[in-house]
């Protein structure tokens, strides 16, 4: 009986050892794995909606040999993340409040690394008579009209915030607006469920031209304003300031900032989207400001 009973044991023992070297060791003769270095990134739901971070991730960790971890979110929420140091990297499209980022000691330098336009866009019938209109025009007769109905993201998103910047260059008060009538409807979601959300009640919304193309063939919308220096976007990136939080990798931040402007992927960035949409879903612009 001791004997089975000591038998049992010295199994048990041996599996649970078996099994701790599965899970602590490599196929190298028992050797231990290294701890994968990680890398934190926040980011737009608008870069990450249009597949860009599926695509340029995977080149990222084989080029660096790192894990990298993606938060989307809007743009308010992504810079929340940076502040309390819960990320390494941001990339997000509000210029005012990178800089205030930037300023309050929290990033260390805004670098822009590609950009697009922002769309009005809406049902092809253009029930308003929007068309061709500045985007400020084209708020005020939506707001004027009270009758069409414009759906918002409302999500403190780096597009809500150029579109309350576009209600106050329009002469509007953004909170006035916002409870001036059913007409106004806020989303409080990412750009994708935005578009379809405008999409299913035939209403206007301001939208990123990259998940615009992105979302083309799910909804039943088109750009009725795209001109205006108003509706210039950039996207920036911003590695988080290791002074501020010291859990922040900002060697690896460094790495994705100089990875993003580097020539081989600002030529991928310019050609990202043609083969499926016909045309490049962003620009690059390499560490520049672009004009409108």
């Known amino acids: 009986m001791q004997e089975r009973i000591a038998f049992c044991l010295f199994t048990g023992l041996l599996v649970l050892g078996l099994l701790l070297g599965v899970a602590g060791c490599s196929a190298r003769g028992g050797e231990l794995l290294p701890k994968k270095e990680r890398l934190r990134v926040a980011t737009t739901t608008s870069l990450y909606d249009t597949g860009l971070w599926g695509y340029l991730e995977p080149m990222f960790e084989e080029k660096y040999g790192v894990e990298v971890d993606v938060l989307y979110a809007g743009t308010g929420i992504a810079l929340e993340y940076g502040r309390r140091g819960d990320v390494d990297v941001i990339t997000v499209h509000s210029k005012a409040r990178e800089e205030a980022f930037v300023s309050e000691g929290y990033g260390v330098e805004r670098v822009p690394f590609a950009y697009n336009y922002f769309l009005i866009v809406g049902p092809d019938s253009d029930p308003a008579g929007i068309k061709g209109m500045s985007p400020e025009g084209a708020f005020a007769k939506l707001q004027g009209t009270g009758s069409e109905a414009f759906v918002s993201r409302g999500d403190d998103s780096g597009t809500h915030g150029k579109e309350k910047a576009i209600w106050e260059s329009a002469g ?94 600002q030529e991928l960035l310019g050609d990202y989207g043609t083969e499926e949409y016909g045309m490049s879903l962003f620009a690059p612009c390499a560490g520049a400001e672009p004009s409108s």
């Not at 299913?200 to 220096?229: C, H, N, R, W």
């Open 172 to 265: 509007f008060d953004y909170e006035d607006v916002r409870k001036a009538g059913d007409w106004y409807i806020e989303a409080g979601r990412g750009m994708g469920p935005t578009l379809l959300m405008a999409s299913e009640k035939q209403a206007y919304t301001l939208a990123d031209m990259g998940t615009f193309l992105a979302y083309k063939g799910k909804i039943d919308l088109v750009p009725i304003v795209d001109k205006g220096s108003a509706l210039l976007n950039v996207y920036s990136a911003i590695a988080c300031n290791p002074d501020k939080n010291s859990k922040v990798n900002h060697e690896m931040a460094n790495n994705m900032v100089n990875f993003l402007t580097s020539p081989e992927i």
